[in-house]
């Protein structure tokens, strides 16, 4: 069944948010094959949009076309995991300091309101994860720069490969809490030194965890859980 919201957007963006929320979940995971009539299936879509939201995700270079396959989820390599990591680093401590300089109180009530409800979802690892997508959106909203958020937006597009989230690791949703409200307390402050450090420091803390979640997985032969 469609939501109401689904009817409301036309259906080439409703099946390209769908396949994309599929990726982010883990549903559908690097290497996988895309084919558009079960996907039309899956999602009760035609097949005419979920040909535009495969050319779509395509062009997001999240798809890649390979020859007597078709469309498959890209897979990163360990080098393209780490460089995408550094960019985000970069890119998220920028945004943060820029948000120091013009986040509004509602902005940054709306961030701490966010942090709670992560941690209130530690133990759903889908909930955990989109609260936390919303959390960083939220903050590159905050750096009032457009180009900033275009590309941070586009970067976020690129995560989604990676598949899973590190916030399955036992006590990661409280530590990602916690480094998530030295962030907020810095803008606050209007500290942009500080919030663009905490930044970088939360995405270096991440990373590790996302190298340790890939190692086990290449040691075990299994995927990581969504």
């Known amino acids: 069944m469609s939501s109401d919201s689904d009817d409301q957007q036309p259906r080439g963006e409703v099946a390209y948010r769908k396949l994309l929320a599929a990726i982010q979940h883990g549903e559908l995971k690097p290497g996988t094959r895309i084919r558009e009539v079960e996907v039309a299936e899956k999602f009760d879509i035609s097949r005419t949009p979920v040909r535009d939201a495969i050319r779509r995700l395509e062009s997001d270079g999240l798809l890649i076309h390979v020859p007597r396959q078709g469309a498959v989820i890209k897979e990163l390599d360990h080098r393209e995991v780490i460089e995408l990591y550094e960019i985000r680093e970069v890119l998220e401590g920028t945004a943060a300091r820029y948000a120091a300089r013009h986040a509004s109180e509602l902005e940054i009530a709306e961030l701490e309101d966010l942090n709670e409800l992560m941690l209130k979802n530690g133990n759903d ?15 590159y909203r905050m750096g009032n720069n457009r180009y900033l958020i275009d590309a941070l937006n586009s970067l976020s597009n690129a995560m989604a490969l990676l598949g899973g989230t590190t916030l399955q690791y036992d006590g990661r949703p409280q530590s990602a809490y916690d480094e998530h409200r030295d962030i907020v307390e810095n803008i606050r402050a209007g500290n942009g ?19 340790r979640l890939l190692r086990n997985v290449q040691q075990s032969g299994l995927e990581p859980a969504p």
Not at 125 to 139: G, P, S, T, W, Y
Not at 193 to 211: E, F, P, S, T
């Open 125 to 139: 690892q889908i909930k955990v994860a989109e609260i936390n997508r919303l959390f960083h959106q939220a903050l």
């Open 193 to 211: 030194d500080g919030a663009d450090a905490a930044a970088r420091l939360h995405i270096r803390n991440a990373q590790r965890l996302r190298i």
